[in-house]
């Protein structure tokens, strides 16, 4: 009976480590999970089949996703909710009347246009449908939303049609969320076609604003977007003078 008891903490662990990435970087790889958790795939299938079955994630072929992400409507489901607004708040201070501005994707930046004050006119582009939406309810910005197609993961367009149209604009600011954040291997992300389509963007900006919450510093994915001195501002919500925060401060402007 211990044994068992030992064995349903264990599974128990296992759950809420795989909830806390999965909420922390919108998708896991069940391989990757294997190695981390050191368990068999088996056992991580196994695993995504429970939290899949209780509502608490996406199961998708190879991994599982984020509710919260893919459903920023729903608001009692967004992870770190009061964090992600802060942030929101801080990168709206970045963004002055009549400024070109270039968004991505994710539950922050649904944020940031929520929050934009209806008073602000502005051009936005963004990868985004879901921010495009957002944005387009303020009616004093201008919206549009570059074309490709659609990302069933990340919720953006992507592809060669929207990194060739990222390529025939310059904008003065470009959002952008991030996966991974490190003071030695920069901005990472895990999906090969979104990575292609923030590179495109930051190259079409003329400064570029990583927004992100904390608990995403220090944090490695496998494919790398960028180093740290490609961009202008880190926004997350830490003080600036938070320790965690000093180190960072080196290579780029933290809000």
């Known amino acids: 009976m211990e044994e068992q008891g030992n064995l349903t903490m264990l599974k128990k662990e296992r759950h809420a480590f795989i909830i806390k990435q999965i909420n922390l970087h919108n998708k896991v790889l069940s391989s990757d999970l294997s190695v981390q958790l050191q368990v068999s795939e088996d056992t991580i299938r196994r695993d995504l089949n429970n939290l899949a079955e209780e509502g608490k994630i996406l199961k998708v072929h190879g ?20 964090s992600k607004k802060e942030v929101a708040q801080k990168a709206i201070e970045l963004i002055s009347e009549g400024m070109v501005v270039l968004t991505g994707g994710g539950t922050t930046m649904v944020e940031m246009a929520r929050l934009i004050p209806d008073e602000l006119e502005a051009t936005f582009f963004t990868v985004s449908p879901l921010v495009a ?7 004093k910005l201008t919206v549009i939303l570059m074309g490709g197609q659609l990302s069933k993961n990340a919720h953006i367009n992507i592809g060669s049609k929207t990194v060739t149209d990222l390529m025939d604009i310059k904008v003065d600011l470009c959002f952008l969320g991030a996966n991974g954040i490190d003071l030695k291997e920069g901005i990472t992300d895990s999906d090969y076609e979104v ?29 790398k977007v960028c180093s740290l001195s490609n961009l202008e501002y880190l926004i997350s919500d830490l003080n600036p003078d938070d320790p965690k925060y000093t180190a960072y401060s080196e290579f780029v402007k933290v809000i």
């Not at 939406?133 to 009616?139: D, I, R, Y």
């Not at 990575?195 to 994915?221: D, G, P, T």
């Open 63 to 82: 991994g599982a996703l984020s509710k919260s992400f893919h459903s920023p409507y729903q608001l009692n489901e967004i992870y770190a909710k009061d």
């Open 195 to 223: 990575v292609q389509v923030k590179k495109a963007m930051i190259r079409s900006a003329a400064k570029v604003a990583i927004m992100s919450i904390s608990e995403k510093l220090e944090s490695v994915q496998k494919m």
């Open 133 to 139: 939406l957002e944005l387009s309810e303020h009616p």
